[in-house]
C-alpha cells in the first residue's frame, strides 16, 4: 500500500536536480551501449528513468542521442520486450517527440508494431501524425503474409486505428477492405483446436477418429462439441491466430459498425461499386445466401447479426466455469445491442431478429441476476417493437416495477437502468405510461446511492413530473431520506436473519430500534407506503409522524444524511419544473403542502433548515406568480401565522409567510380581498407580535431574530394602511416596540444595529401611519410588470421611501396638513 | 474503448488529495484534435495530467462515500490474501460529463481495494459488464504482481509489468471478450514475462 517510502521516491523523483539527472542519463546511456540483454542493472535504471520523467506533470526532455538510444531499443524485434515497453513508455512521458522518427521505420513485426504505435498515438498532436501509421497498417492487413510469432498479432489495435484512417483517405476504399477482413475473421474461423504448445506441435487425438492424426474440435463453454462456427464462447486447448482475430474482432465490431455505418453509403470513387448495386441487394439482403455477393459493409453487417446468433444461443448452456458464465452475459449484452444497430440500419432484419430477442427475454426474465441483460433487450423493445408490431408492454412493466424494488442496491445496475432512462427520456415519457407512473420505485435507486447518482436525477426528474401525480411527488422527496432509511433497514433485515440477535445487537441499540420496529406488524402499512412500487395510492400518509419516529435511530446513518443532503437540489429542480406548467388549482395545493410539511420533516441534523431555505424561496416564487392565492388559502394561512410556536421551529419560513401576507393580501391583487379578512390576519399577527415582545421582568431573551420583527412590524403597518380603521392598534403596537428593544434581555441579545434599527422602523412606521393616504400609497404592492427600476422594487424601495416620507415630515411639518 | 487506467490513492492523504500512482492514457484523444493541435506538446501533456488528476480525485470522493454510506469495516489483508481483498472489494462507477474533464462525456468504473482505487474510464455506451470484469481481472494481477497489499514500491519502480498486462488484457484500451482459455493462455505468457 502507500507508504512514506513510497511518497520519498516519488518526492525524489520530482525534485532531482538537472546536474545528477544529465549524469544519471549519461550511465543508462554507457550502460544501453553495454549489452542491452543482461543486466538486472540496465533494467533497474530504466525502471528509475521511468519515474522520473512521469513523477512530475512538468514534461522531462532527453538529451537527443539519448532519446535515439531508446528508439532503437524499441525499434529493434530481437530486443526482449521488457526493454521496449520500458524504452516506448520513457518516449512516451518525454520530449523530443520521436513520433516523426519512429514513422518513418515502422516495423514488421507485430510486438514491436504495437509499442512503437503506442508512443505515435500518444504523441500524434493532428491526423497528419497519424498519416504513415494507418497506411502502414492497411499494407500490412492487405498482404497475405502471416504475421508475428508464436501466439498473438496484437493487430487489434489496427482495427481501430483504421477508423483514423478512414478519416484522413477520401476513398470508401480502406472501409470495404478491413469490412471483408472482418467479415471473414468472423465466420470462417477454423473450428478445430490449435497446435498445443506445450507438446510441441502434436495435435490431440479426437474421440472419434482412428488412427489418423486430426486436431480436435472446439468445444462450448458446458463441455460439448462445437457444433457450428467458431466464437469467443468456443474453448480449446490452444488457439489458432485466426481464432485469435475472432476474438479481437467481435470485441470491437460494435464500435466499428456505429462509427461506419452511421455514415452515408454513397461514394462515388469506391472500387467495389461495380461488383454490386446496393440498393437491389438491401431489398434481397433478408436471405443470406446470396451473401457472397453483397457490398462488403451489407456482408458484415450479416455475418456480424449471424454471429449474435450463435452467441445468443451459445449463452443457454451451462458454463462449467465462473468466467465463462460471466462471459456469457457479456455477450448477451454486446450481442442484443449489435443486433439494435444493425436492425437500425437496416429495417429487414427486424423480422429475423424479433423471435430471437423474444426467446431471450422469455428465458431471462425470470432471473434477478440476469438483470442488467434485459436493458439492452428493453432498448431494442424500445427502438423496434413498433415497427414489428410487438407488444412490449409487458417487459417495461417488468423493468419498472421489479429492478428498482428488488435489485435497488447493486450499483452498475442502477447506473445502467438511470443512464438507459436518461437516453430514452422523451420516448418513455411520451409513449410509456408505467415509467411516470413507478416514481416512488425509480427513486429508490437515488435514495440508496445519493451522491452517485445526484446528477443524473436532476436531468430525469422533470421527466417524473406530470400534474396528477405532481402533488405525491412532492411529499415523495421530501421523504426520500425515510425512504433511504427503509431501504437500508431491508437490506439489513435480509442479511441479518432475526434470530441471530446478536449480529443483530452489533450494529448499535438505535438501528436495532428502528430494526425491530420494521418488523412489527403494527407499522406494517407505513413502510409498506414509503416502499411502494407504484404511484397512485395516495399523496402521503396520515400517521407520517409515526414513521419519523419509528426511523429515528436511523438519523444519523451516513447513507440518510447523504440523502438529505440531497433533497434541496431536487426540491429546487422540482419547483422549477412544476412551476412552468401549474395551473392555479395545483398552485394552492402546494402551497398547502408547504405550511403542512414545513414542521412535518424527518428530523435530520439541518434537513429542516435547508428544506426551509428552499420553502422559503418557492413560496415568494407561487404566490407572486398567483396572488390570489393568499385568499384562497386564507384559513390555512391565518392558522400558521397565527400560531406563535411556529417561530420557534421555522423561523425563517414563517418570516417568509408574514412578509408574503403583508405583500400581497390586497384588493389590488384578489378583489374578495374583504376588510373582514384582512382584520382578521392583522388580529392574527398583532397577538403574535404582542406576545413575543412582553417586557417583563421574567420574560426570557428572545430566541428569534431582529429581523423577524421588522418584517412582523411592517407587514402590520401595510394591512393597517389598506385597512384604515386598524391604524391606531397598528400604532399602539409599534409604540410599545421601542420600549421593548431598550429593556435589558434584549440589549443583551440583540447587537446595537439591529436594536437602533428596530426602533427606527417602528418610529418610521408610526410617522407613516399618521398620514394614511402617503401610507397606502408606500406601503402598496408593487406594481405589475418588473421594471428594473430599483426605487420601484418593494424590498429595495420600501426603507429608502419610508426615509424620504420620515425627512419631509420632520423638515417640513409646518406645510403639511395636520 | 478504454480512455484510460489509474492507480491512485484514496484515504492515505488529506481528505481532497489522491495520488496517482501509475497511468495509462490509451489511444488519441480525438474531439481534443482542434485544441491539441495548437498546443505545444508540453502543454498537451500538462493537461494530459491534471486531467488524470482530476478523475483521480473525483473517483477517491466516490470511494469514501460509498464506504461511509455501506458502512463496512475495511479489514487490512496482507501479502499473500490478494483474493480476499479482491472478494471485498468495492466496486462502482460514476459519469463524467462533457468536458469534466474529458472533451466527450465519459463513464469511470472503480475498484476499490483498501487504500487504493483502479479506475477504468471507458466511452459511453462501453459494455459495462465486460469492462468489470476486465477491471477485476487486471486488479487481481496488479495485487499479485505488483506486491501491493505489501510496503514495497513496486507500483512505482515496477511499472513495466503493468504495461505489459494492458498489453495483453488491453491492448490500446480495447475490452476484450476473454472466455477461460483464452484468459489462461495470456496469464501463461504474462507469469513467462514476469519471470524474467
Not at chain 1, 538529451?63 to 515497453?85: A, G, M, R, V, Y
Not at chain 1, 522518427?101 to 501524425?129: F, H, N, P, W
Not at chain 1, 396520515?542 to 438519523?555: C, F, I, Y
Request: a negative charge; glycine letters at 4%.
Amino acid at each position: 500500500m502507500f507508504t512514506p517510502a513510497t511518497e520519498s521516491f516519488i518526492k525524489q523523483a520530482r525534485e532531482i536536480q538537472e546536474d545528477e539527472l544529465q549524469r544519471f542519463y549519461g550511465r543508462v546511456s554507457k550502460h544501453l551501449l553495454q549489452s542491452p540483454k543482461e543486466g538486472g542493472e540496465v533494467v533497474d535504471s530504466l525502471q528509475r528513468l521511468h519515474l522520473i520523467v512521469s513523477a512530475t506533470k512538468y514534461v522531462r526532455t532527453l538529451p537527443p542521442d539519448f532519446s535515439k538510444k531508446l528508439q532503437t531499443l524499441l525499434c529493434s524485434p530481437s530486443c526482449p520486450e521488457q526493454f521496449q515497453i520500458l524504452s516506448s513508455a520513457i518516449l512516451r512521458e518525454s520530449l523530443p517527440l520521436s513520433l516523426h522518427s519512429l514513422s518513418s521505420e515502422l516495423s514488421q513485426d507485430s510486438r514491436t508494431l504495437s509499442y512503437m504505435a503506442s508512443v505515435i498515438l500518444s504523441q500524434a498532436g493532428s491526423k497528419e501524425d497519424l498519416l504513415p501509421l494507418c497506411q502502414h497498417l492497411l499494407k500490412s492487413l492487405d498482404s497475405r503474409q502471416p504475421r508475428g510469432s508464436g501466439y498473438q498479432t496484437h493487430t487489434s489495435y489496427s482495427l481501430q486505428d483504421l477508423q483514423l484512417l478512414s478519416k484522413l483517405a477520401n476513398t470508401q476504399h480502406p472501409v470495404n477492405l478491413v469490412s471483408r477482413k472482418l467479415a471473414d475473421w468472423l465466420r470462417y474461423a477454423s473450428v478445430h483446436q490449435g497446435a498445443s504448445m506445450s507438446s510441441g506441435g502434436i495435435f490431440h487425438q479426437s474421440q472419434n477418429t482412428s488412427g489418423k492424426e486430426q486436431p480436435a474440435l472446439m468445444i462450448e463453454v458446458d463441455g460439448a462439441v462445437a457444433g457450428d462456427f467458431f466464437t469467443v464462447l468456443c474453448v480449446g486447448q490452444s488457439y489458432t491466430e485466426d481464432q485469435w482475430m475472432n476474438m479481437y474482432t467481435f470485441s470491437m465490431i460494435r464500435k466499428w459498425l456505429l462509427t461506419y455505418d452511421a455514415e452515408g453509403t454513397s461514394n462515388t470513387e469506391s472500387d467495389d461499386r461495380s461488383e454490386v448495386d446496393s440498393s437491389v441487394m438491401s431489398m434481397v439482403s433478408a436471405t443470406s445466401s446470396s451473401s457472397r455477393l453483397l457490398p462488403p459493409k451489407e456482408r458484415l453487417r450479416e455475418k456480424a447479426f449471424e454471429y449474435c446468433h450463435r452467441l445468443i444461443e451459445q449463452s443457454d448452456r451451462k458454463a462449467l466455469k465462473r468466467t465463462d458464465a460471466e462471459l456469457q452475459k457479456a455477450c448477451l449484452v454486446e450481442s442484443v445491442a449489435i443486433m439494435d444497430i444493425i436492425c437500425s440500419e437496416d429495417a429487414s432484419y427486424v423480422y429475423r431478429a424479433f423471435p430471437c430477442i423474444k426467446a431471450l427475454y422469455g428465458r431471462l426474465s425470470a432471473d434477478l441476476g440476469s438483470a442488467r441483460a434485459l436493458l439492452p433487450i428493453a432498448q431494442f423493445y424500445l427502438n423496434h417493437s413498433e415497427m414489428a408490431a410487438v407488444d412490449s408492454e409487458a417487459v417495461f412493466c417488468h423493468l419498472f416495477s421489479r429492478f428498482p424494488a428488488e435489485l435497488f442496491n447493486e450499483p452498475m445496475l442502477a447506473f445502467e437502468f438511470v443512464q438507459f432512462c436518461l437516453r430514452n427520456v422523451t420516448v418513455l415519457q411520451d409513449k410509456v405510461a408505467i415509467y411516470r407512473h413507478s416514481f416512488p420505485n425509480l427513486l429508490k435507486f437515488l435514495a440508496w446511492n445519493s451522491p452517485g447518482l445526484i446528477s443524473e436525477y436532476v436531468e430525469l426528474l422533470p421527466s417524473l413530473l406530470a400534474p396528477e401525480t405532481a402533488i405525491e411527488l412532492l411529499h415523495t422527496l421530501l421523504d426520500l431520506p425515510c425512504l433511504a432509511a427503509a431501504l437500508d433497514l431491508q437490506h439489513r433485515s435480509a442479511c441479518y436473519p432475526v434470530q441471530d440477535r446478536a449480529v443483530w445487537d452489533q450494529q448499535g441499540s438505535k438501528i436495532t430500534a428502528s430494526l425491530d420496529a420494521f418488523r412489527q406488524p403494527s407499522y406494517r402499512g407505513l413502510f409498506l407506503y414509503i416502499l411502494r412500487p407504484e404511484s397512485g395510492t395516495g399523496d402521503t400518509i396520515d400517521r407520517l409522524n409515526t414513521l419519523h419516529k419509528a426511523l429515528e435511530g436511523m438519523v444519523e446513518s451516513p447513507r440518510v444524511v447523504h440523502c438529505a443532503q440531497i433533497v434541496p437540489v431536487l426540491l429546487h429542480v422540482y419547483f422549477n419544473t412544476v412551476t412552468k406548467m401549474a395551473d392555479e388549482k395545483l398552485i394552492s395545493q402546494f402551497l398547502m403542502v408547504l405550511l403542512e410539511r414545513s414542521s412535518l420533516l424527518y428530523n435530520i441534523k439541518n434537513f429542516s433548515t435547508e428544506v426551509q431555505r428552499v420553502f422559503s424561496m418557492h413560496l415568494q416564487t407561487l404566490c407572486k406568480l398567483h396572488p390570489p392565492l393568499i385568499v384562497d388559502q386564507y384559513k390555512e394561512l391565518l392558522d400558521f401565522a397565527s400560531t406563535t410556536t411556529s417561530i420557534y421551529s421555522k423561523e425563517h419560513f414563517y418570516t417568509h409567510v408574514v412578509w408574503v401576507i403583508g405583500e400581497y393580501l390586497s384588493v389590488a391583487f384578489d378583489p374578495r380581498c374583504t376588510v373582514e379578512l384582512i382584520t382578521s390576519f392583522f388580529e392574527g399577527l398583532e397577538a403574535v407580535l404582542f406576545e413575543i415582545t412582553q417586557v417583563r421582568q421574567s420574560a426570557n431573551p428572545p430566541t428569534y431574530s431582529p429581523h423577524l420583527l421588522t418584517v412582523l412590524m411592517t407587514a402590520l403597518a401595510k394591512l393597517a394602511s389598506r385597512s384604515q380603521d386598524l391604524i391606531p392598534r397598528a400604532s399602539l403596537l409599534l409604540s410599545k416596540m421601542r420600549s421593548f428593544a431598550r429593556s435589558g434581555p434584549v440589549t443583551a441579545c440583540f447587537s446595537e444595529e439591529d436594536s437602533e434599527e428596530i426602533i427606527t422602523r417602528a418610529h418610521e412606521l408610526i410617522n407613516l401611519l399618521k398620514l394614511p393616504n402617503v401610507a397606502q400609497f408606500v406601503l402598496a404592492p408593487s406594481a405589475r410588470g418588473e421594471s428594473p427600476r430599483w426605487h420601484r422594487d418593494t424590498n429595495t424601495g420600501l426603507p429608502q421611501r419610508m426615509r424620504a416620507i420620515s425627512g419631509l415630515l420632520h423638515n417640513q411639518s409646518s406645510f403639511l396638513p395636520a | 474503448m478504454v480512455v484510460c487506467f489509474l492507480i491512485h490513492t484514496v484515504g492515505a492523504l488529506s481528505p481532497c488529495e489522491s495520488r496517482v500512482l501509475y497511468s495509462r492514457v490509451f489511444g488519441v484523444e480525438e474531439e481534443d484534435e482542434e485544441l491539441s493541435g495548437e498546443l505545444e506538446p508540453e502543454k498537451r501533456r500538462l493537461a494530459r495530467k491534471e486531467r488524470l488528476g482530476v478523475v483521480a480525485r473525483q473517483v477517491r470522493s466516490a470511494v469514501c462515500l460509498s464506504r461511509e454510506a455501506s458502512g463496512s469495516v475495511c479489514v487490512e489483508a496482507v501479502l499473500g490474501e490478494e483474493a480476499v481483498a479482491l472478494g471485498e472489494a468495492e466496486c462502482g462507477v460514476l459519469s463524467l460529463g462533457r468536458g469534466e474533464p474529458f472533451a466527450g462525456p465519459s463513464v469511470a468504473l472503480w475498484l476499490g481495494v483498501q487504500a487504493m482505487a483502479f479506475t477504468m474510464v471507458c466511452q459511453p455506451h462501453e459494455n459495462l459488464l465486460l469492462a468489470e470484469g476486465t477491471l477485476r481481472n487486471l486488479t487481481r494481477h496488479c495485487l499479485e504482481e505488483l506486491r501491493l497489499l505489501g510496503t514495497g514500491s513496486e507500483v512505482l519502480l515496477k511499472s513495466d509489468r503493468v504495461d505489459a498486462m494492458l498489453q495483453r488484457l488491453l491492448p490500446h484500451g480495447q475490452l476484450l471478450f476473454l472466455n477461460n482459455r483464452f484468459a489462461q493462455n495470456l496469464d501463461k505468457e504474462l507469469s513467462s514475462y514476469m519471470s524474467k
